[in-house]
């Protein structure tokens, strides 16, 4: 349907541009200075976990049952953090390896072990021709960086209402066996905000990959990151597994960057147990065991998932509001307008917007003009190509609410231009 814009005659259009060139006017010589750009907590949400710092000192025993703390050994992660860890993701601790603080590098170091020694002993990427990875689109930049600058080669996939487009999946991943591995964030993705159906989980567990080197990757980020009333339930993939009669299909990722600290957060892995066994091997040659004391202050600190929960409740009360405020601007400002659509999530740290085909970078460029930075446009696609130009990744959580509510004032001034101009040509 034709949004206001394209219903106008051209008189009254050139007078809503002009109109609308004056308010951008305004605005630029306000001489903003606002980043809604990248998924990061606020300086009042990091606050929270302040008093983590306060639970180590010198007396503290470094022991965590049999485990040293200050010394190598436990490779795989502290018992206490694995069990962590594992009441996080809803698995077998067993089946865990808590490592290092980043889960974006446990997924790299995992892609790079394929491509250089193979998975499953089967030959290593870089022997086996072109290898290709599956994209679901819009969705989280940093996954698409880590195959692409691989070389391995990116396929955009659909993402629909309920998770990425399984008739697609299911067909390249049965039949295509140069196909390794999907990126995935099954519960308050990035950036649409989504948990897959329960539907959706099922089909991916059901998968029968052509190449038995497939593998799908669960960065189930935002697992405990609700900030209302309702938290979406998403299946556990690894019951749904074990239904499908499947196994050795499944690398599942998880942190608390935005439960404690960002790049202080400890990150973990979960997988089947020969597929564990092999990413230890794999961790192993890398280092001798990984970093301890954070992982033994997240026990004290957060001790079980009721504690991250409680925690989480925290950061519910500081979030919630920002992304009320992003419907209520945007639903004020443009509901009527017939120019956009936008998504709206119960969790996680995104809004996806959609303005008209060809707007995008147009308006991501204006609202760079007026003072407020965006993520890139086209950065939620494979190579940063959005086949529309009509995605844009919100990002409300890191500035204040008063500078979140200027920055949205600022965007549906840019996005209304953007699409009256896009009416004009
Ligand atoms: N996975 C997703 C989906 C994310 O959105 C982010 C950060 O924005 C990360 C992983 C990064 O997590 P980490 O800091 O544990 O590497």
Redesign the pocket.
């Known amino acids: 349907m034709a949004n206001i814009y394209q219903q106008m005659e051209s008189e009254e259009l050139d007078a809503a541009i002009e109109e609308l060139e004056r308010e951008a006017a305004d605005l630029k010589a306000q001489n903003l200075a606002l980043d809604m750009a990248r998924?990061k907590p606020s300086p009042e949400q990091t606050a929270l976990a302040r008093p983590m710092l306060d639970v180590l000192n010198s007396s503290t025993p470094l022991v965590d049952g049999n485990a040293i703390v200050d010394n190598y050994g436990t490779p795989e992660g502290l018992p206490s953090a694995r069990r962590l860890a594992s009441e996080i993701l809803g698995v077998d601790a067993e089946n865990v390896v808590v490592n290092g603080?980043?889960?974006?590098?446990l997924m790299h170091d995992l892609v790079t072990h394929g491509f250089t020694n193979g998975v499953a002993g089967n030959k290593p990427f870089y022997q086996q021709g072109e290898v290709k990875w599956l994209c679901p689109a819009p969705g989280?930049d940093?996954?698409f960086s880590v195959t692409a600058h691989l070389g391995i080669k990116n396929v955009p996939i659909p993402m629909l209402e309920d998770g990425p487009d399984m008739d697609m999946v299911q067909r390249l991943v049965e039949g295509d066996p140069s196909v390794k591995g999907i990126w995935c964030?099954p519960k308050y993705a990035?950036p649409t905000g989504i948990t897959y159906s329960d539907e959706v989980v099922r089909r991916f567990a059901q998968l029968q990959p052509a190449a038995p080197d497939f593998r799908i990757y669960w960065?189930n980020?935002?697992c405990v990151h609700a900030f209302g009333e309702k938290d979406d339930n998403l299946l556990n993939i690894f019951d749904a597994l074990e239904e499908a009669g499947n196994t050795d299909l499944v690398y599942e990722f998880g942190?608390t960057?935005k439960v404690t600290f960002?790049?202080s957060?400890i990150?973990f892995v979960a997988a089947s147990k020969a597929d564990i066994t092999e990413i230890r091997k794999a961790f192993a040659v890398e280092r001798v065991s990984s970093e301890k004391f954070s992982q033994l202050a997240h026990v004290l600190f957060l001790k079980d998932l009721d504690g991250v929960k409680a925690h989480m409740r925290k950061h519910a009360a500081i979030v919630g509001p920002r992304f009320a405020l992003v419907e209520q601007k945007l639903t004020d400002g443009l509901g009527q307008t017939g120019v956009a659509t936008w998504t709206h999530p119960h969790g996680g740290?995104f809004v996806s917007f959609d303005g008209p085909k060809g707007s995008a970078r147009k308006t991501v460029a204006l609202m760079a003009e007026l003072g407020v930075k965006l993520t890139p446009a086209g950065a939620t696609w494979p190579y940063g190509d959005d086949p529309n130009d009509s995605n844009i990744r919100i990002a409300p959580t890191y500035p204040s609410l008063e500078d979140l509510g200027k920055a949205l004032d600022v965007f549906v001034v840019a996005v209304k231009l953007v699409s009256a101009r896009l009416a004009r040509e």
């Open positions: 998924g603080s980043s889960s974006l590098n989280y940093r996954h964030v990035n960065d980020a935002y942190s960057a960002p790049s957060g990150a740290y």
